[in-house]
């Protein structure tokens, strides 16, 4: 499977580093990074779709805005900025409950 | 659920002021417990690297040894500190509680004194495209940078006013980012007579000159009196346009030009964040720098509840002014619980007190030259979206205020603004002014913060 490539750190990312995935694709990740950071890293700009369907991506980076909100470890709405990287941990950008389950808007 | 003993200070916020405060009642005999939702102190301006590196090449000295400052106060006192990281704070429970959750769940925080550092969040502005991914505050570009060690666009410009502008720009560059404008929205002229205020920091006003040096030695355009118009791209940003501002902050569109950028930092102000203060039922008042603030006494205590409130979360103030105001509601705490006399308290708080009056004196010329301009409302056209969670139009704003409503509650009611997830933090600011132009000033009110403050995930609840 093709992994995703981190093309916007500053400094190198330690060599105690583990993976987690994006889309179903590998990326590398390591202790301490949020997973706005990775996907940021992972050169990602669209990262929610939110309850009105509109695509944003991180706006405050410091848990005020809500624009981040992805599936985590097939939770929706974990806040990506807010939330620390974990071994094997799933994420999924772009989709919410209302998009999942078809729910609509009156 | 935990509960513990409650003969502790318990601080909420572990940035400046909530460290400052921690060591100094540490300095006296009294114990506390930090609460931060991050997961390290700091707050945003000091946390530093949450992942471990070898080299900081984009950071400056001056950051660099702020950030050692504020661990080093922690470390010497670390005994008399508990620290409760990625931990929020839900909202008060009971009288003298707080409700509390992390990974594993929710607690129960009892405190005898409450001390209130809950900082500040950035003023949104909205303006056609801010919606677009790629358009990031300004402080969301620099946590990127100095937390997560992350360039958050290779080709970025900076729109907005005030100190953070240069700097970021310098931090984006050292980056390794092509940073191929800056866009202050005051003029210069405004900005050379504060000059007299400016010389009451005059290293800080230094640094500040040698970062536009920087600027200008790398051929980083920095436009004194111009600002953002738009934002364009289909799925993310890939432009925006910038226009020169009159002195009102209007746009001369005429004049606009087109700026090609992957992502940019957006910087027109902050609010100071009092969700919690306003729960607690502490007295506030309006203030245009920073909004809603509490009313405190010269100690920074509040009269109607015994909370202390410090920090940029009782008016913008800085980092500096922080440390200071942390320290005097310490000192005066350890007054109150008899550990000092009251001379001990006048003579150490008489030097703290002198040091705020000069940051404050300094950071007032930057407000008056960072003061926002009316025109800055009128970015947003008729059918932009000025709520991001629930997608509301200015238009609708416009509909309610014409149809009489003339207070916050009823424009949320009416028109939905401040009802999703973010709970109003991101389009009140806007709301709020929308509402002081069209000449409603009096018993706006506020977008109520509701408990909890942050959401609860029903894995909790289980
Ligand atoms: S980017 Fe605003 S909450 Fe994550």
Redesign the pocket.
């Known amino acids: 499977m093709k992994s995703l490539k981190r093309t916007r750190d500053i400094t190198p990312l330690p060599s105690r580093n583990f993976k987690i995935t994006v889309d179903d694709q590998p990326v590398d990740a390591c202790e301490g990074e949020t997973v706005?950071s990775v996907l940021l890293a992972a050169n990602y700009a669209r990262v929610m779709e939110n309850d009105r369907n509109v695509a944003s991506g991180?706006?405050?980076?410091?848990?005020?805005?809500?624009?981040?909100?992805v599936k985590i470890n097939a939770k929706h709405k974990q806040?990506?900025?807010?939330t620390l990287v974990e071994p094997q941990m799933s994420v999924e950008t772009l989709t919410n409950r209302f998009k999942e389950e078809g729910i609509k808007h009156d | 659920m935990t509960s513990q003993t409650h003969d502790k200070v318990v601080i909420v916020g572990g940035g400046p002021a909530g460290t400052a405060a921690a060591a100094e009642l540490a300095r006296h005999g009294l114990k506390s417990v930090i609460i931060d939702e991050a997961p390290k102190l700091g707050g945003v301006i000091y946390r530093g690297p949450l992942r471990q590196t070898d080299s900081l090449p984009h950071l400056d000295d001056n950051l660099k040894r702020a950030m050692t400052a504020l661990q080093t106060r922690y470390q010497a006192h670390s005994d008399s500190i508990e620290v409760k990281t990625q931990t929020r704070v839900l909202g008060p429970e009971g009288s003298n509680q707080l409700l509390l959750s992390d990974n594993s769940g929710l607690s129960r925080q009892p405190y005898g004194h409450l001390i209130l550092a809950t900082g500040c969040h950035e003023r949104s502005v909205p303006f056609p495209g801010w919606q677009l991914p790629g358009v990031?505050l300004l402080g969301?570009v620099q946590l990127q940078l100095k937390s997560g060690l992350v360039r958050p666009g290779q080709r970025m410009a900076l729109v907005g006013t005030g100190p953070l502008l240069p700097l970021v720009a310098c931090q984006l560059h050292k980056a390794g980012v092509d940073v191929v404008g800056v866009y202050e929205a005051s003029p210069f002229a405004k900005l050379a007579k504060e000059a007299v205020a400016l010389l009451n920091k005059p290293k800080l006003t230094l640094s500040g000159m040698s970062m536009m040096s920087y600027l200008k030695k790398h051929k980083i355009p920095f436009k004194y009196g111009w600002g953002i118009v738009s934002a364009q791209g289909k799925e993310q940003l890939n432009s925006i346009q910038v226009a020169p501002y009159d002195s009102q902050w209007r746009a001369q569109r005429d004049l606009a030009q087109q700026v090609d950028v992957d992502a940019i930092g957006v910087g027109y102000g902050f609010v100071a964040r009092t969700q919690l203060a306003m729960l607690l039922g502490l007295d506030h008042h309006y203030s245009k720098v920073s909004g809603y603030v509490p009313v405190l006494d010269e100690w920074h205590q509040s009269q109607n509840h015994e909370a202390f409130v410090v920090g940029d979360s009782n008016g913008l103030l800085g980092a500096d002014a922080a440390i200071c105001e942390g320290q005097l509601a310490a000192l005066r705490l350890a007054w109150q619980c008899g550990k000092i006399t009251e001379s001990q308290l006048s003579a150490r708080s008489t030097k703290v007190k002198n040091k705020l009056a000069r940051i404050k004196k300094f950071r007032f010329g930057f407000d008056r030259f960072s003061d926002r301009q009316s025109g800055l409302l009128s970015l947003a056209q008729p059918e932009t979206v000025v709520c991001r969670c629930e997608q509301v139009r200015r238009e609708q704003l416009d509909k309610a205020i014409a149809q009489g409503v003339k207070d916050i509650t009823s424009l949320k009611m009416r028109t939905r603004i401040g009802m999703g997830d973010?709970q109003g933090k991101t389009c009140s600011s806007y709301a709020l002014d929308y509402l002081h132009q069209a000449g409603l000033t009096e018993n706006i009110g506020v977008i109520k913060p509701r408990f909890p403050l942050d959401p609860i995930p029903f894995t909790l609840m289980e």
């Open positions: 706005l991180a706006y405050c980076g410091m848990g005020v805005c809500h624009c981040c909100q806040r990506a900025c807010q | 990031m969301g973010c």
